[in-house]
């Protein structure tokens, strides 16, 4: 895998068009369990993010991803936009002024995206967040040589870690609130992420 800035920019596009097909599915998911409005929250905000980062293919890789997390942070409502935004931008600050990545840049920048996702939630994983999605993908990145086929497992953790959600309580957000009857309900968030990290996956698979 070579990514050059052109290339994330595309991966990124491709990232928001599955959101926005999923747009329906992840709103139905949060009207179970909070506000109904992740998926339209979601795909507005990657909307945004197509337009911004459309003129940076010169750019290096950090620039790109610190602008669609500052994008996301200032267009997405709820809980959604400073935790990605600042999944995003801890990310880009991570790889810095690369003008191309490679498999072992894609653990560190999904590291980096979860500690980030971690610090401004104040949340663990067993918590019922996009956590259980992200960290499981990121246990498996981190475990061996990153190619092709250790990013496809991490693809599988992420979905695992959707289907664990359904069997716990909500600890954070409004999902929270519910206590017990959070129960039975997959995450959106952690659907939203592992929606994310699937076409990734799609787009490096290639």
Known sequence: MAVNSAELIEIINLIAHDIQENKDFLTELDSAIGDADHGINMSKGFKAVTEKISTMADKDCGSILKTVGMTLVSTVGGASGPLYGTAFMRAGQAIGAKKQLGFDDLSILLDAALEGIKMRGKAQKGEKTIIDALEPAVEVLKSSQVDTKLMNAAVKAAKEGVEYTKGIIAKKGRAS???????????????????????VYKAISH
């Open 177 to 199: 609130y519910l206590g017990e009857r959070s129960l039975g309900h997959q995450d959106p968030g952690a659907t939203s992420c592992y929606i994310m990290l699937s076409a």
